[in-house]
């Protein structure tokens, strides 16, 4: 399938999680395969256009994620338009506009989710970044703001309208945050009306419940919480897409998924990147001495609490999953997390793979 002029491998995509999918776990997952696109963590439009370091971290990516969208937030037009022209700067294959994150300090600032209370405005948004850059742009929004304003079918109506090259929807308002359930039949009735590529998005854990919301007529499914869970679920996927049985993943092969994460974590953090940051701003010098600056014992701390936060997710449905998060949160050293991993899933029935 096509979004724009750029094709994608698979029809299955890893849907972006502040603080969760960073460059490191993109580019394990598409390395596990199925894997079509992969989006970044939300970035501030203001950030990007004033060029602040922090914000440009948020951006990176490798060559080996492509394609890659570069998700960002902000509710001026102006300021989105600029910031689409620094992703596009940036060699990005797309760049994505966050209209569904239900955070308060996010939606107060009439971004994300907040958004879809003005579609005339969110149009012009996306109709202001379609006439400054020649890359795709894309729509993350929810079902709506509340039950009572579910207005995902107009919106969606109303940025392709403006220029939109894709939307994807998850199946919640905003006011649900992540409770009760997706509401895939919205996303099946946008789905119908739209001529661009729809995306669907939530509750998607297994497999075979990312093939059954093919069958709603969306052209692809975004996978969030459940790839945290199982990073295989998209190449498992793929696998039923196929015809095939859906690969096994052994208990040796979830422990080597963690102990790779922390190396690359570690090259990152260390500076063994491309540069995609220094091209975008210009600050090699700035770069090396912030990295530098940093100890041995603040990589450790870094990479223990990328490692807690993914194991919040990566040790749900394995026996013992809650013995693996205290010990990793009680972890003092890098070294040691390593020794909790590897004694850990040498320790697990080989029956209590996660499912």
């Not at 090259?165 to 006011?175: C, K, N, P, W």
């Not at 001529?195 to 990312?210: K, L, N, R």
Request: hydrophobic content about 40%; glycine content about 10%; proline content about 4%.
């Amino acid at each position: 399938m096509k979004i724009g002029s750029v094709t994608l491998p698979s029809p299955f995509a890893v849907a972006p999680m502040a603080g969760m999918t960073d460059s490191a776990f993109r580019r394990l997952v598409k390395r596990h395969g199925g894997c079509g696109l992969v989006v970044t963590e939300m970035v501030s439009s203001e950030g990007l256009v004033r060029g602040i370091d922090r914000t440009l971290e948020y951006a990176e990516y490798t060559d080996e994620e492509r394609p890659v969208s570069i998700q960002i937030f902000g509710g001026d037009p102006a300021t989105m338009a600029a910031a689409a022209q620094v992703v596009e700067g940036m060699g990005a294959d797309i760049v994505d506009v966050n209209m569904g994150c239900p955070v308060p300090k996010i939606a107060k600032h009439h971004a994300g989710c907040s958004l879809m209370r003005e579609p005339k405005h969110a149009a012009g948004v996306i109709q202001a970044m379609t006439k400054a850059v020649r890359i795709p742009v894309t729509v993350k929004m929810r079902a709506g703001w509340s039950d009572h304003t579910r207005n995902a079918p107009e919106l969606a109506r109303r940025v392709e309208g403006a220029g939109a090259s894709a939307v994807t929807i998850h199946g919640r308002t905003a006011e649900q945050s992540y409770s009760g359930s997706a509401d895939w039949d919205l996303v099946a009735q946008v789905a119908a009306e739209l001529t661009i590529p729809v995306f669907g998005s939530g509750d998607c854990i297994e497999p075979g419940q990312i093939m059954e919301r093919m069958f709603t007529g969306v052209s692809g499914v975004l996978v969030g919480r459940g790839v945290l869970r199982n990073p295989w679920i998209l190449a498992q996927a793929q696998d039923l897409a196929q015809g095939r049985t859906p690969r096994e993943v052994t208990l040796a092969e979830r422990g080597k998924f963690l102990q790779d994460y922390i190396d690359l974590l570690l090259h990152e953090r260390l500076g063994e990147r491309q540069g995609i940051r220094r091209a975008a701003s210009g600050t090699e010098e700035h770069e090396a001495r912030s990295a530098n600056s940093l100890t041995a014992r603040g990589h450790d701390r870094w990479v223990i609490n990328k490692l807690r936060a993914l194991c919040s997710w990566y040790s749900k449905g394995l026996e013992g999953g809650s013995l693996l998060r205290v010990r990793v949160n009680s972890a003092g050293s890098v070294t040691e997390l390593r020794e909790i991993v590897d004694e850990f899933f040498a320790s697990v029935p080989a029956a209590a793979v996660c499912r």
